[in-house]
């Protein structure tokens, strides 16, 4: 694939005077500058590319512009693909040249480490600091961004791609998957220039979607039991767990307030029987913090029970195993649990409500926020009051508890 361009006067070659050569002989791709008196070779390496036009009938009619780049490190060469969205050869050839002038402008250091390279450095980068739940989201949003605008580059992610991203992606999703994925790319652009592959990340002020905040669901505690006695049915055909493991599974989030991941996180040496306390340790917390939760007697039977059903061989077994790398077949399961209890589809719960009904169902029994806060493991207390209380419990019981004069 090298060519080279020998240059043989004592004239240093500047990028300005590369350009009018470039434009003189179409056969240079990359360039760096290496002059003498003598001859100074211009060999294809990391700076300038000529772009080519072509179709792809088997997937859009649509016209391509096509150019290659370095892979990170300069060890090989990716091919780079770009569609025109445009079918018209003229708007094609336009959007080619543009293209073409603007990476001849650039020295393109900044910035030009192909997207698809920058995912996978970014992803490895987070894997030893963010819990894998977290860096599955980061993982699925940046799936998302690349397959809706296919960009090539780093450097070509500005505001105006993040706002054409969001006005495609609200046509299929609602506004608070659109906001989440927005949040990720903003965590991944912030991180590309701590590190120095983009000089600024493209601002992210105004782009978000306004949300219809609603209250956090709250599960009264006769919908719960509800749940619980359909575990009795024989009509559940569960695929992967069984009724016990359900049932203890639920019994804790409800009362305990647990995350998903801190419960598939535990273990049984982290349940202290004799002083009703589950630890949950700092790897398993999306805070990263280590926090000792209370628990009640009834609690502490159900789990011992469901101890004795599973037989773990050694302290360290989770105390809900679960053997597969993602949680579908989990919400398969609790899918078909909403339908054998017949809830009307406007009414089913998520698992990630019996959080938020833990939270509502302390601040009904008066407890402080502040102590909500610390058994949930938030970081701040206005996470817990903004998005995980739902007060009508709490404001029903406060009218009930004033007394009334009545003459």
């Known amino acids: 694939?090298?060519?080279?361009?020998?240059?043989?006067?004592?004239?240093?070659?500047?990028?300005?005077?590369?350009?009018?050569?470039?434009?003189?002989?179409?056969?240079?791709?990359?360039?760096?500058?290496?002059?003498?008196?003598?001859?100074?070779?211009?060999?294809?390496?990391?700076?300038?590319?000529?772009?080519?036009?072509?179709?792809?009938?088997?997937?859009?009619?649509?016209?391509?512009?096509?150019?290659?780049?370095?892979?990170?490190?300069?060890?090989?060469?990716?091919?780079?693909?770009?569609?025109?969205?445009?079918?018209?050869?003229?708007?094609?050839?336009?959007?080619?040249?543009?293209?073409?002038?603007?990476?001849?402008?650039s020295t393109l250091t900044d910035g030009m480490i192909?997207?698809?390279?920058?995912?996978?450095?970014?992803?490895s980068s987070q894997r030893s600091r963010k819990p894998k739940t977290t860096v599955d989201c980061y993982a699925f949003s940046l799936k998302t961004f690349t397959g809706l605008m296919n960009p090539a580059l780093l450097s070509g992610i500005t505001r105006a791609v993040l706002d054409r991203f969001v006005t495609m992606r609200?046509?299929?999703?609602?506004?608070?998957?659109?906001?989440?994925?927005?949040?990720?790319?903003?965590?991944?652009?912030?991180?590309?220039?701590?590190?120095?592959?983009?000089?600024?990340?493209?601002?992210?002020?105004?782009?978000?979607?306004?949300e219809d905040r609603k209250q956090p669901t709250f599960i009264p505690e006769s919908d719960f039991i509800m749940i619980i006695q359909v575990l009795e049915n024989p009509e559940l055909k569960l695929q992967v767990t069984t009724p016990e493991w359900w049932r203890a599974w639920l019994y804790v989030a409800y009362y305990g307030g647990l995350r998903r991941g801190e419960l598939f996180g535990l273990v049984w040496e982290d349940?202290?029987?004799?002083?009703?306390?589950?630890?949950?340790?700092?790897?398993?917390?999306?805070?990263?913090?280590?926090?000792?939760?209370?628990?009640?007697?009834?609690?502490?039977?159900?789990?011992n029970g469901w101890k004795t059903i599973a037989d773990p061989p050694r302290s360290k077994t989770p105390v809900f195993p679960w053997d597969y790398d993602n949680y579908r077949n989990l919400y398969h399961d609790w899918h078909h649990l909403m339908d054998v209890a017949e809830f009307e589809k406007e009414d089913r719960y998520t698992l990630k409500d019996f959080r938020s009904s833990c939270a509502s169902a302390l601040i009904a029994a008066q407890t402080p926020t502040a102590v909500v806060q610390r058994i949930l493991g938030h970081e701040s207390m206005s996470t817990t009051a903004n998005y995980y209380i739902n007060a009508q419990p709490a404001l029903r019981q406060a009218v009930q508890n004033r007394p009334i004069r009545i003459e």
């Open 1 to 105: 694939m090298p060519r080279f361009f020998f240059w043989d006067s004592p004239t240093p070659v500047t990028p300005t005077l590369f350009y009018l050569i470039r434009q003189r002989t179409n056969s240079l791709r990359w360039i760096n500058f290496e002059t003498s008196f003598e001859s100074s070779v211009i060999e294809m390496q990391q700076d300038i590319r000529k772009v080519y036009l072509e179709k792809r009938p088997s997937k859009s009619p649509n016209w391509y512009i096509r150019f290659w780049i370095r892979c990170n490190g300069g060890n090989g060469w990716k091919e780079i693909r770009e569609s025109t969205r445009t079918s018209v050869k003229k708007k094609a050839e336009q959007i080619r040249r543009n293209k073409e002038q603007e990476l001849a402008a």
């Open 271 to 303: 349940i202290d029987f004799d002083f009703l306390e589950i630890r949950v340790k700092a790897p398993t917390s999306k805070s990263r913090k280590e926090r000792v939760i209370p628990i009640q007697p009834g609690i502490a039977d159900i789990l």
């Open 170 to 210: 609200i046509e299929k999703v609602a506004k608070a998957t659109v906001n989440k994925d927005l949040r990720h790319l903003k965590v991944a652009l912030k991180w590309a220039e701590q590190q120095e592959h983009i000089s600024k990340a493209p601002s992210f002020s105004g782009i978000f979607i306004k």
């Open 114 to 123: 192909s997207w698809d390279d920058f995912i996978q450095q970014f992803l």
